[in-house]
C-alpha cells in the first residue's frame, strides 16, 4: 500500500498549457503539502494544507493553485506553463502541524517537463 | 527559520561509519532536528528526530550536543545502497506555523 501517491510520475508538456498533479494520501495525516525541486536539488516548500484550509502559500506564480477537496487529497493545478516551471514536485503529508516532531512522509514525485 | 549548513558531499568505503554534521546556530528552544534520505528519483525519506544529547534506531544514531547548535548524523557501516542525499532539517517548533524548508543536503558517495 502507497502512503501517499502521486499522478502522474512524469509529465511532458508544452509552454502555454495547464496541467494538474494528483495526490493521495492514505495514513490519515492532517496535514499536506507541495514541494519543487529545481535542478540544484534544492527542496522548496510551496504550499501547505491543514484539514483541508491554507496554511502555507509561499511566493510562488498565482499561476500554480493548490486545492484540497479533502484532507487525503491535495491536488495542484499550473496554468500556462513555462519552462522554469520544469521541476520535480513532491507532495508530503505530516501528522499534525509541520515536521518539527512528526516528520513527512513523500510521495515519489512527478517529473515535469515544459518544452 | 533556523538555518542550517552540511556539507555538500562526501565519501566513504563500505563497512565504514560516516559521519554527517549539520550546524544549525540559531535553532530555537522548541525546535527538532530532523534528517532525511533521498535516492535518486525518489521523494525524501525520514530516518530519525531528536531534541537533544542521543537517539539511536535501527537505521542510524543522531548525536546532539548540550548547546544544540550541531548534531551528527551517524550511518554504521555503510553500504553501496546508503548511497543518497541527506537532509539536515530544524524545524520551527511544536504546533506552530511550520514553514520548512530543505537545503541543499549533503550528497554521501559509497565506494566498494
Known amino acids: 500500500d502507497t502512503a501517499v501517491s502521486q499522478t502522474p510520475k512524469y509529465l511532458v508538456t508544452q509552454m502555454g498549457n495547464d496541467k494538474s498533479i494528483k495526490c493521495e494520501q492514505n495514513?490519515?495525516?492532517?496535514?499536506m503539502y507541495w514541494y519543487k525541486q529545481d535542478s540544484k536539488k534544492f527542496l522548496k516548500i510551496m504550499f501547505s494544507?491543514?484539514?483541508?484550509?491554507l496554511i502555507i502559500n509561499e511566493t510562488v506564480p498565482n499561476r500554480f493553485s493548490p486545492k484540497s477537496p479533502d484532507k487525503a487529497h491535495l491536488n495542484l493545478h499550473i496554468n500556462s506553463l513555462e519552462l522554469g516551471d520544469s521541476a520535480v514536485y513532491f507532495c508530503?503529508?505530516?501528522?499534525?502541524w509541520g515536521a518539527g516532531n512528526y516528520g513527512y512522509t513523500f510521495g515519489s514525485g512527478t517529473r515535469l517537463t515544459v518544452v | 527559520l533556523a538555518k542550517t549548513t552540511q556539507p555538500i558531499s562526501m565519501d566513504s568505503y563500505e563497512g565504514q561509519e560516516v559521519n554527517i554534521t549539520c550546524s544549525h546556530n540559531?535553532?530555537?528552544?522548541?525546535?527538532?532536528i530532523t534528517w532525511y534520505q533521498q535516492f535518486p528519483s525518489q521523494g525524501p525519506r525520514f530516518i530519525i528526530q531528536?531534541?537533544?544529547t542521543k537517539v539511536t534506531n535501527e537505521v542510524a544514531s543522531l548525536f546532539i550536543p548540550a548547546d544544540r547548535k550541531s548534531s551528527t548524523l551517524s550511518l554504521p557501516r555503510v553500504s553501496l545502497s546508503d548511497t543518497a542525499v541527506y537532509y539536515c532539517?530544524?524545524?520551527?517548533?511544536?504546533?506552530?506555523?511550520?514553514?520548512?524548508?530543505f537545503g541543499i543536503g549533503t550528497k554521501l558517495q559509497v565506494i566498494p
Open positions: 508530503a503529508s505530516s501528522q499534525g
Open positions: 495514513l490519515g495525516h492532517d496535514t
Open positions: 494544507y491543514n484539514n483541508k484550509e
Open positions: 540559531n535553532i530555537a528552544t522548541n525546535d527538532y
Open positions: 531528536g531534541y537533544k
Open positions: 532539517l530544524v524545524g520551527e517548533g511544536l504546533g506552530g506555523y511550520q514553514k520548512v524548508t
